[in-house]
Structures are given as structure tokens and as C-alpha cells.
């Protein structure tokens, strides 16, 4: 099971907002509406940020935004804030009944 | 609240074997389904094996099929990993996750626990 395609670094200013994709199959992204995202701070543990594409959990703010397009899907971040600076990786579900994670993502808030 | 607390990890040589236990609290413990996760220095996140609540299916990454073994005593809400047949390319921090119930989601982690497979 090949990780899914995520961009290595994405950045932008206080108050932009930024999309990160997700790229995977039809046996993963596109063939299920099991898509997540995880933001993980320097040295902290990984929080879940979107689940089954675009819900919310409770506490997440919303600013946070998840959409799912064919085999690629997306995180979006409005209004940036710098405390938004972290790795976000996305994760799907498989026809393999496995999981499968994306590289992760770099957010650098300029 | 919910807590996820892990154990074990350490240093071990290669083809050694090591067991890594999670004890759970603040929710159904065996009403959840569990997952482990690692992530080697510097890498990104790789699962590596989930278990239902009650045992009776589990799943595992490809590289580790064989070699690890998932296992939970609900009577004592723990969860363990034992890794047999260690390589190099197992070393990593190792995540214990509760699952989000029916969404393939993981939401509550562990504080992670060193693995480093060397001679």
C-alpha cells in the first residue's frame, strides 16, 4: 500500500487561507468517505482535525475545512493564524482493510 | 477525560522481541475499537495494526505481518503490541490510538513510546 501524495510544504501569510491536498486511488480516497487529517505540532502527539472527509470534532475550530474531490481530497485553512504552524497528514481507508497515511504536509506561517 | 497511557519501549538488537502495553481510561473501553501507529525520526505517520473491541478481527500493515501481534485484555482495559523478528527499519515512536467509532478515524492518541531497533 503506497502512501498517499501530499505537497512536502505549503505556507502563507496571517488571515490567508491555504488548501493541502491528498491524493490516493480509487481503492482509497476515491472509493471511500474515510478521509482524515491530523495536525501535529513540533514534539506534541498528533490531533485529529476532520473525520469521513469534512465533520468537524467538537473543539476543532472552525477554520478548518475538509472536501473531497475524485481520488484527491483537501484540508483548508482560513484564516491562518500563526499558531496554525505544524504537519498535517491526511489518512484514508482501504480496500486492502488497512489504512493508509499521506507523507505529511509542512505549514509554515510567514 | 480520556486517557491513553503507554509502556515498554527501549533499545533491542535486531531479531529481538519486545512488547509494548496501553492502558485506557475515560471511555467504553471495550465498546472501541484500538490501533497502533508509529512514526519513524524525522518521518511521517505509518499504521501498523488495528483491533476490534472484542478481538475477533484485526489487521495488520504488510511489513509486519508475522512478526507483530495485537492483543487486549478488556477485564483490565489494555491493549498490547508484541513485536517479534525486530529489524532496523522498526524503529520508531509507537502511538497507541483509540478509534472514533464507526468514522476509520483515530482520535485520542497515546504519548508515543521509543522503539530503537540497533546494535
Known amino acids: 500500500q503506497s502512501a498517499l501524495t501530499q505537497p512536502a510544504s505549503v505556507s502563507g501569510s496571517p488571515g490567508q487561507s491555504v488548501s493541502i491536498s491528498c491524493t490516493g486511488t480509487?481503492?482509497?480516497?476515491?472509493?471511500?468517505?474515510?478521509v482524515s487529517w491530523y495536525q501535529q505540532r513540533p514534539g506534541k502527539v498528533p490531533r485529529l482535525m476532520i473525520y469521513e472527509v469534512s465533520n468537524r470534532p467538537s473543539g476543532i475550530s472552525n477554520r478548518f475545512s475538509g472536501s473531497k474531490s475524485d481520488n484527491t481530497a483537501s484540508l483548508t485553512i482560513s484564516g491562518l493564524q500563526a499558531e496554525d504552524e505544524a504537519d498535517y497528514y491526511c489518512?484514508?481507508?482501504?480496500?486492502?482493510?488497512?489504512?493508509?497515511f499521506g507523507g505529511g504536509t509542512k505549514l509554515t506561517v510567514l | 477525560q480520556v486517557q491513553v497511557v503507554q509502556s515498554g519501549g527501549g533499545v533491542v538488537q535486531p531479531g529481538g522481541s519486545l512488547r509494548l502495553s496501553c492502558g485506557a481510561s475515560?471511555?467504553?473501553?471495550?465498546?472501541?475499537?484500538m490501533h497502533w501507529v508509529r512514526q519513524a525520526p524525522g518521518k511521517g505517520l505509518e499504521w501498523v495494526t488495528f483491533i476490534s473491541l472484542d478481538a475477533t478481527t484485526r489487521y495488520y500493515i504488510d511489513s509486519v505481518k508475522g512478526r507483530f501481534t495485537v492483543s487486549r485484555d478488556n477485564s483490565k482495559n489494555t491493549v498490547f503490541l508484541q513485536m517479534n523478528s525486530l529489524r532496523p527499519e522498526d524503529t520508531a515512536l509507537y502511538y497507541c490510538v483509540k478509534d472514533r467509532t464507526d468514522t476509520w478515524s483515530f482520535d485520542y492518541w497515546g504519548q508515543g513510546v521509543l522503539v530503537t531497533v540497533s546494535s
Open positions: 489518512s484514508s481507508w482501504t480496500s486492502s482493510t488497512t489504512w493508509v
Open positions: 480509487s481503492s482509497d480516497v476515491g472509493g471511500y468517505n474515510y
Open positions: 475515560g471511555f467504553k473501553f471495550d465498546n472501541t475499537a
